[in-house]
């Protein structure tokens, strides 16, 4: 990933900043221009809770490249309290453990290294809570 | 709107082609469109191609397939909505015929993913690179997301899924440009390798090579081409979201509902209709969900379809005859088109020990990625 475009995305990646549409209420991960829901363009900036629940799941045994080292991982569509979705891996747990309903938090979390220029990729993964 | 049909269709073997490269892969489909219809020019044509950049190094196919058919000069470009490309090829080839513009318009779907490009990051280009990718998923991976919700809601089973690559290599086995044409048992499907639970490797379409075309032309104009053309009687194109998480159900697709609605609308009919149907299930759970999208099943009740029999050939609504993407081979360009061929077949009544009998109208629905982009055509036999 080149790195211009990797600065472009720290804000929801390193700070969970969202979008709320002002006319109805429409989260969206990352923040969008336009509501999706109803295409209004009065969007406020919100921070998501670092919290939610597993929608769907899956576990990877077949990764791409840079993963190859972390299969079998758990994957996941987490939604937060605010009706926010957001794909991440499913980490710290037995990964066929990870199913709909799962309570997790998101932890700020190394995602994956850019193999020639070197730079480390942040986010978010979920834990499960105890 | 002029009316419009297909007048010729000719495609290669689906396999892993070593020894074919694109643009052979390319001649040979489209060759034997032109010939299947007698007709020695063309119009205009479009080349389906989900990543020739990626998969091969090559990009601006129109004009190169256009020169390495012996006719350059005629308009032809490439349309790309990732393994929706065929089917979007034919339907931009349908509108070109319907709108007067071009008489005789050749539409082909190629692809080649067999030349040492690391497939599954090519195909993940297809999924949210922003927001999905770079956390690890991969395309397996997102249909697996899709079947665990699909079971979690409706109850769906394993042996049920696995009944629908069991069911489409039944069909498969009768198809000589099938790259798998080999039947499998529901304990073989359910033992195979896992590669994102609950999807294991006989869950999943292979990796292929191949390419197809379809020669289209007015109604009025047919008979010079052929005593039996095929009218496209609705075409319908939609989108969704790439991201998976952005989808309010993440077990419907609501694209293919919606380019269903779209082509049944201008044909006229509706799912009751429909004879015979190509559905694309590059994952088995695709073919499930989309059989519910497209109403040939009621919206979680399609897990069981392919195990009851009422999927398959002799069934109320035989869906793949072809094999599918599972059995036929799912070289991601060319499969919209190939779809398209199969039910040609199937309503001039040449698709020979799948034949399904008394078809009339006959339905193909491909689509791009994990859902974002569906692509139904309906066709009626003349």
Redesign the interface.
């Given at each position: 990933m080149p790195s211009p475009r990797y600065t472009r995305e720290i804000p929801s990646r390193y700070r969970l900043e969202a979008g709320r549409c002002k006319g109805c209420g429409k989260v969206t991960y990352p923040a969008r221009t336009i509501c999706p829901s109803c295409r209004g363009e009065e969007i406020e900036k919100i921070n998501l809770s670092p919290r939610g629940k597993v929608v769907t799941s899956t576990v990877i045994h077949v990764p791409p490249d840079d993963f190859l080292m972390e299969a079998p991982y758990a994957m996941a569509v987490v939604e937060t309290p605010e009706g926010a979705r957001l794909m991440t891996q499913v980490v710290d747990c037995e990964p066929s453990t990870v199913l709909p309903g799962l309570e997790v938090s998101l932890e700020f979390r190394l995602i994956r290294k850019e193999g020639k220029s070197g730079i480390l990729c942040y986010g978010h993964k979920a834990v499960p809570v105890a | 709107m002029r009316e419009v049909a297909i007048v010729g269709a000719g495609m290669t073997r689906f396999g892993e082609l070593w020894n074919q490269s694109l643009r052979q892969m390319f001649v040979e489909a489209a060759a034997g469109a032109l010939n299947d219809a007698g007709a020695d020019r063309v119009d205009s044509m479009y080349v389906g191609c989900m990543s020739g950049g990626q998969f091969t190094g090559q990009e601006h196919l129109g004009p190169l397939m256009a020169d390495q058919f012996g006719m350059t000069g005629v308009a032809s470009v490439h349309v790309e909505s990732a393994c929706a490309s065929g089917g979007v090829a034919l339907r931009q080839a349908f509108i070109e015929v319907a709108a007067g513009v071009s008489d005789l318009v050749l539409a082909v779907g190629i692809e080649k993913m067999t030349d040492g490009a690391?497939v599954?990051?090519v195909l993940?280009t297809a999924a949210d690179q922003?927001?999905?990718?770079?956390?690890?998923?991969?395309f397996?991976?997102l249909y697996?997301?899709?079947a665990?919700?699909h079971m979690?809601t409706y109850g769906t089973t394993e042996e049920d899924l696995a009944w629908v690559s069991v069911k489409n290599h039944r069909h498969g086995a009768k198809n000589d440009k099938a790259q798998f044409p080999t039947e499998f048992t529901v304990e073989q499907v359910l033992s195979s390798?896992?590669?994102?639970?609950?999807?294991r490797l006989l869950h999943c379409s292979p990796v292929s090579d191949g390419a197809a075309a379809v020669l289209l032309c007015p109604l009025d104009q047919a008979k010079q081409y052929t005593d039996r053309p095929v009218k496209i009687v609705g075409s319908g194109l939609a989108t969704g979201?790439l991201?998976?998480?952005?989808r309010d159900d993440?077990?419907f697709l609501d694209s293919v509902q919606k380019s269903g609605e779209r082509a049944f609308k201008m044909a006229g009919v509706g799912p009751r209709d429909i004879q015979v149907a190509e559905v694309h299930d590059c994952f088995s759970i695709a073919e499930v969900c989309c059989i519910e999208a497209l109403g040939f099943v009621e919206r979680g009740k399609g897990g069981p379809a392919a195990k009851d029999g009422f999927t398959a050939i002799g069934g109320c609504i035989p869906v793949n005859t072809s094999g599918g993407l599972k059995a036929k081979g799912h070289p991601v360009g060319a499969t919209g088109v190939a779809q398209a061929i199969e039910i040609f077949r199937q309503l001039r009544g040449e698709a020979g020990a799948r034949q399904v009998e008394n078809a009339r109208l006959g339905l193909a629905q491909n689509m791009g990625g994990s859902g974002a982009s569906s692509v139904v055509h309906i066709f009626q036999g003349v």
């Open positions: - | 690391d599954t990051n993940a922003e927001l999905e990718v770079y956390y690890g998923v991969t397996p991976g697996a997301m899709i665990r919700a979690h390798s896992m590669v994102a639970e609950p999807l979201s991201a998976l998480a952005d993440p077990a």
